[in-house]
């Protein structure tokens, strides 16, 4: 059931082709399936990213130790076709990569990019499915709330009496 997200993806500007395979055992997004779609697909293709989310820091390790290519993690900067920046020491520096892998995997810390604009017009083409894997399948998911308040959402914290306004540092503040 992608057809919304395809048309959505088709209207960004830049994208040329929004490709996409429906079938059920898609629906719980594992990455035994996703990765197996990914690679199937991947000839031809120079790059294949994903968000740093979840899912995507899920599915790409998979995806490239089945094309046997390293995979780049959470770029916030990309410097050349091979060239990327990412996050080291918990953030604290940021690192210069090069890739000479023939395909480079990569997820990418998404609030270090610009959103891309719409009014663009791609053409949408289906793929045929890979086959259920059949290598797990998903129980539940469930929210997890925490019983304290989150620290990073704070607007001011109290450090033994004495109130501090919390500062948010990013990586590309450093």
Same mark, same amino acid.
């Given at each position: 059931?992608? *057809?919304?997200? @395809?048309? +959505? =993806?088709?209207?960004? !500007? ?5 490709? *996409?395979?429906?079938? /059920?055992?898609? @629906?719980?997004?594992? /990455? ?9 697909? /991947?000839? *031809?293709?120079?790059?294949i990213l994903a968000p740093a989310t979840t899912c995507g820091k899920n599915l790409l390790?998979?995806?490239? /130790?089945?094309?046997?290519? =390293? ?30 892998? %023939? ?7 998404? %609030?270090?990019?610009? %959103? ?22 998903? !129980?539940?998911? +469930?929210?997890?709330?925490? +019983?304290?308040? +989150?620290? =990073? ?6 450090? *033994? ?7 948010? @540092? ?5």
């Amino acid at each position: 059931d992608c *057809g919304a997200a @395809a048309s +959505e =993806a088709a209207q960004l !500007q830049g994208v040329a082709v929004v490709k *996409g395979a429906d079938a /059920a055992h898609y @629906a719980a997004q594992t /990455a035994e399936n996703l990765g197996a779609l990914i690679v199937a697909n /991947a000839a *031809g293709y120079s790059h294949i990213l994903a968000p740093a989310t979840t899912c995507g820091k899920n599915l790409l390790p998979r995806v490239a /130790a089945l094309l046997d290519v =390293a995979q780049i993690s959470e770029i916030t900067a990309v410097e050349s076709a091979d060239t990327f920046v990412r996050p080291i020491y918990a953030g604290r520096a940021l690192a210069t990569v090069r890739s000479a892998d %023939p395909v480079k995997v990569i997820t990418v810390r998404t %609030p270090a990019f610009d %959103p891309v604009a719409t009014g663009g017009s791609a053409a949408i083409e289906n793929i045929s499915a890979t086959a259920d894997s059949g290598l797990s399948q998903l !129980q539940s998911r +469930e929210l997890a709330t925490p +019983e304290r308040p +989150e620290l =990073a959402a704070a607007e001011v914290t109290d450090l *033994g009496g004495r109130r501090q306004p919390l500062v948010h @540092a990013f990586p590309g503040d450093i």
